[in-house]
């Protein structure tokens, strides 16, 4: 294969703050389907295109946010080896033992990365049972409903010392950077977006003061009708909307930005360019991060800047 | 980088019968530009969303067809490593020295596979001028024309031995395969879709008693409504249409299919799933042929079965 | 108003054979909702968008077809007026009480035109429970399913004397010519597409040797994306397809037709030009009858021109 | 023919500062295409989809703004007839001969309407050359570019007495109020929708206490996919935006605005239900005209209240 290693972002685990308000707006809105809960109560998703068990996990707490960010690799031996490069690097590892919190899950490797957000690799999970047909595939085997997200795709985190956090994706984790927020003067990088493949990013890393903070999650649609009823579905329910619909200049991609019931950005994102490792790095100046975020009105809302959890 | 090796099917030399009416049907209709002509009279294009110096090559013939299609790998290194491996798997090399037949490139390894085609790859290319900006990049330089085509794609390739050249596609260039027709009966694989990465596919290869014989080369534009425009400038420019606007049950693509005025077949297609390597491969009975390619009427017609160059 | 006299097409009577069966594909495919059902079985139907009581209504027989379409005038008075117009014409009428059979339904005029179809005209019908906002309204008070048909839209109609029911509806019923299909030769008009309004049209009228056949019955959607998922409905709930998607030269519209399960076509379509009444009429040559309605390949197929019901 | 009388809005003479960059913004971004100069220097513009001569006139002057609105009528006896009722209703009258001023056009009746803007009326225009075709017509005759606005489309003014201009349109004009922004407490109507066929509009007037005021000029797209790619020509030619893409609660339409060089505001929308005048009026109270203009965001800038030409 040629995508090795790290293939992809694949599991978010989002406190929330009134887990049923969190599985309607989840389930209803976005798109996610249920798929079970564990016995401490935490409810799992996944979205129609998903092969693995679950990708998105709902945990009730005091504080909204997120408890970590989980991506899947090529093989238990990569696992293994990434182990002895992560402490390398320098960072603390841990382990999780196989079907333990993650039901369907192999064991993972825990990493704390300099941000202060928690990242969890894993090389085993099994295969949902509402997933892509594989013989005479229909293209989805029951209708998708609300936004009709296809899977978890992207997450941005805000966090100090992002620069080493960047440097471990790319020197460890081997990802791409995509594009990137230059600081005033071009003094150093405010914002890294990263990929594993084609993707736009699996994560972006935004240097901030307080640690382990979450931006926004993101989910895939399919194109900018898509996002079009994801605006009109906002609007109905009643749903907090942040931003959009929009393009992005980063990525290119189609946007609209809105929050959960707890208070968690979410975005629905569609269209892009195709990223790979050959192509330069695009890069936006500080003045220009308006434009870079909201290519229409060029201007960064207060809240954009400001809202975390 | 974590898409690794071969990166991307990147070139195509196809063979016209009228020249200029070819430039004419790719540039303003496909719409690609017109980088340059070589001294030889070739012509060179390219999307206006690819980095390369040129994508495409329209050289002039008796015989409509293809002369080769080129892969992208991530190094000169690799390239040095694949001739080894490909002399080790049995199949002829060759090199070609860089600048010469197509300005702008390194080096290129050549490959005839079993099938009677002729695969080039190269690890360096220069920068086409007219490619999408790097510093606060616009979505694009200048604006898209006809098709809006954003990069050659994909080919279909026809021809004998097929297990053989998917065999090296797997063994040696670890392209992945992401759906299969299988023969009459489950005994065999008719036609199998490859990827480097999350792309649908760089090429298809699909079992025939011709050797070196080209389906279909593929453009990619950005969604649904792409494809109908692409369907309203075929009909109001009389390019001669085989089939859609519609939908692939194969890669769940949105596709249409017409034809140069060389008979070479095109196609221009959006959507589609991202395929990763873990993912299981996607299987088609051949009797389920027809839903696989023409999703909507799930008949396959007579001349897109038996219409090659 | 400006929209004076009749108003629009508004009303279908239909007969299938398995009446369940019917009521599964247009509500749960083509997106209708079920109001309720007469003492004598029928069903009635709406689409989200329409204000009226209901317009689409399900009779279960032994032979498919129309039993009438009917029409939305501007007043009673109208209606008094238009029945004496009627006889003048030469055609004879009946009435039919309020609340018979259309509960719901004022009064209606009922007039057997010379192709052999019955048209009924009524001024007054009750607001349904589920239509549009009046008051600070939503863009829909549920969220539209299936193919998220708006409302009943239009007919096309095939008998003999085509040119006498043209004829009623141009000087009786003021209806305008949008669009005309020319004999071979150009020698007399073969079809004629008529309306009342800005829509493309309420009811084309074919010369056919049968009286009273229906060719389609047709329903609005929103877009080419409607379409499309049109499309993806018909393919995953195994509807028989018959043509598209595509676009209409005849209109400009984009549409898919299909197969209700007793036989009866139906048409899904969106898009098209407003009709204004002094637009100059647009007329297609008999041999151009291919490129007018299947814009795209341009060919009209044997099924499509001889499947009537 | 069943829309009578007034037929629709269908010319705008506008007051710009500098006359070429209005001509480049309204031929290369809006989509419009240049007829022709009158002696007196305005420029003669169109849409693609329009048949009329021209519909919208640029006129270089010290002060931006509209200095008419005009629309089509049934026939010339209706033009003498509006003249006589607009003079019982009590409004002072004036003729222009044919072909004076407005190349092409025949006489013109004008009206000066309680809120300070002059209505224009004409029931004869020549047929302009690049028009859309009338036998076996292609689509287009020559490809839309820019935004692809198809026509002039509607028009938003603001002045004083504007009961008495509503009053004007639906008593003389017949025009249908299709919805409504009620006054603070219910207490009158701010803001009244009105049209003369299916169509959304062909003016809204608002009550203001500046006279003869523009606040939009409307074009009409396609669909979402259209206001999407207005939105990305806005951004890359560094058009001022004003507010969208995003729905209008309001006759649900899909719209983006932004300003002309001169700083007159200009719409392009799609979409939208088809107004009947047996529909029930839509209200809005005054306290919910955020969610009426801005269905995503749900707040009025202040720009959006404040600026007009």
Redesign the interface.
């Known amino acids: ?8 972002s694949a599991l978010m685990q989002l406190r929330v703050l009134d887990l049923e308000a969190a599985v309607s707006h989840y389930v209803n809105i976005v798109g996610l389907d249920e798929v079970g809960r564990t016995e401490d109560g935490r409810v799992l998703l996944k979205g129609y ?1 998903e ?1 693995e068990h679950h990708s998105f996990v709902l945990r009730k707490a005091e504080v909204a946010g997120m408890d970590f960010i989980g991506f ?1 690799v ?1 093989s238990d031996d990569f696992l293994s080896d990434l182990a002895v490069k992560t402490e390398a690097f320098g960072l603390p590892i841990a382990w999780v033992d196989a079907n333990t919190d993650q039901p369907g899950f192999g064991r993972r490797l825990t990493v704390q990365v300099p941000t202060g957000h928690r990242f969890d690799f894993f090389a085993d999970v099994e ?1 949902a049972e509402d997933r ?9 085997q029951k ?1 998708p409903h609300g936004m009709r997200a ?1 899977c978890f795709d992207h997450a941005l985190l805000y966090g100090p010392n992002s620069t080493e956090t960047v440097r471990y994706c790319k020197e460890v ?4 950077p995509v594009e990137e927020l230059l600081a005033p003067g071009g003094d150093g990088i405010v914002c890294t977006w990263l ?5 736009m990013h699996d994560i972006a890393v935004l240097e901030y003061d307080q640690p382990g903070k979450l931006h926004h999650v993101g989910f895939k649609l ?4 898509a996002i ?1 009823n994801a ?6 329910n009643d749903v907090s ?1 942040d931003a ?4 992005h ?1 980063v990525t ?1 991609g ?1 946007t609209i930005y809105f929050f959960d019931p707890s208070g968690n950005r979410n975005e629905t994102y569609a ?1 892009g ?2 990223h ?10 500080f003045d ?1 991060a308006g ?2 975020i909201f ?4 201007e960064l809302n207060d809240r954009f800047l400001s809202v975390v959890t």
Chains 1, 2, 3, 4 share one sequence.
Not at 295 to 298: C, K, L, W
């Open positions: 294969m040629a995508i090795t290693g790290v293939l992809r295109d092969f899947k090529e295969l892509p047909m594989l013989r005479n595939p229909d293209i989805w209708e296809q984790l081997k990802m791409a990929t594993s493949s084609n993707r399919e194109d900018w009708n079009g605006a009109d579905l906002i609007s109905i909307l959009g619909p929009m393009r200049g290119r189609l269209g360019y195709a790979f490792p050959d192509m330069p790095v695009r890069q936006w100046d220009q434009k870079g290519y229409y009105t060029r």
